[in-house]
T-cell receptor, first 114, second 119 residues
Framework: AQSVSQHNHHVILSEAASLELGCNYSYGGTVNLFWYVQYPGQHLQLLLKYFSGDPLVKGIKGFEAEFIKSKFSFNLRKPSVQWSDTAEYFCAVTSDTNAGKSTFGDGTTLTVKP | NAGVMQNPRHLVRRRGQEARLRCSPMKGHSHVYWYRQLPEEGLKFMVYLQKENIIDESGMPKERFSAEFPKEGPSILRIQQVVRGDSAAYFC?????????????????FGPGTRLLVL
């Protein structure tokens, strides 16, 4: 069974600090990887996704993520966070044996102090 | 160009009552997924449906929960005889199915969720 682990449950940063949120998955086959953001009171929005090709993926709002297959990781990064990035971030994976459903991590709550 | 619609957004039920959650997928989407988010946890897959078919219900509790996606109308997640532990946010997602499955490069689009509170 596949699983997704997000290392940090809660991250607190000051504006302009750099961000890196960890995500590791446990599955050795072909995977698709996603990062979603959930702003307070709102629904999930897709930040970025990796299907194939360049392992460095750029998403919306200045976010990027790097797929490192050897480390089973897909960490999310942003060079300089803003107060408006305060939200919950979820990493998710789909695989060739579980097509049709996504497995989510437990989420990381990011609080950016102005 | 409406996105995935869910209603109601908030639902309060007493123990033993029934809860019916509705999901209208994006226009042109024929695949629907239901997820549950318990407090302080990530989303957990419940069921994957296509029109009139349940494709994967491996995440559905064995009792009291059922889902359907009829030929016409929204997908319905039904919870009978609700208990306090059913209190959660229930999210629906849809995809077009054009890529046959998520691994072929499809993206799921999520609705705003229904927050169920069982008193």
């Amino acid at each position: 069974a596949q699983s997704v682990s997000q290392h940090n449950h809660h991250v607190i940063l000051s504006e302009a600090a750099s961000l890196e949120l960890g995500c590791n998955y446990s599955y050795g086959g072909t995977v698709n990887l996603f990062w979603y953001v959930q702003y307070p009171g709102q629904h999930l929005q897709l930040l970025l996704k990796y299907f194939s090709g360049d392992p460095l993926v750029k998403g919306i709002k200045g976010f990027e993520a790097e797929f490192i297959k050897s480390k089973f990781s897909f960490n999310l990064r942003k060079p300089s966070v803003q107060w408006s990035d305060t939200a919950e971030y979820f990493c998710a994976v789909t695989s060739d044996t579980n097509a049709g459903k996504s497995t989510f991590g437990d989420g990381t709550t990011l609080t950016v102090k102005p | 160009n409406a996105g995935v619609m869910q209603n109601p957004r908030h639902l309060v039920r007493r123990r033993g009552q029934e809860a019916r959650l509705r999901c209208s997928p994006m226009k042109g989407h024929s695949h629907v997924y239901w997820y549950r988010q318990l407090p302080e946890e990530g989303l957990k897959f419940m069921v994957y449906l296509q029109k009139e078919n349940i494709i994967d219900e491996s995440g559905m509790p064995k009792e009291r929960f059922s889902a359907e996606f009829p030929k016409e109308g929204p997908s319905i997640l039904r919870i009978q005889q609700v208990v306090r532990g059913d209190s959660a946010a229930y999210f629906c997602a849809s995809s077009s199915g054009a890529g046959a499955d998520l691994l072929a490069g499809e993206t799921q689009y999520f609705g705003p969720g229904t927050r169920l509170l069982v008193l």
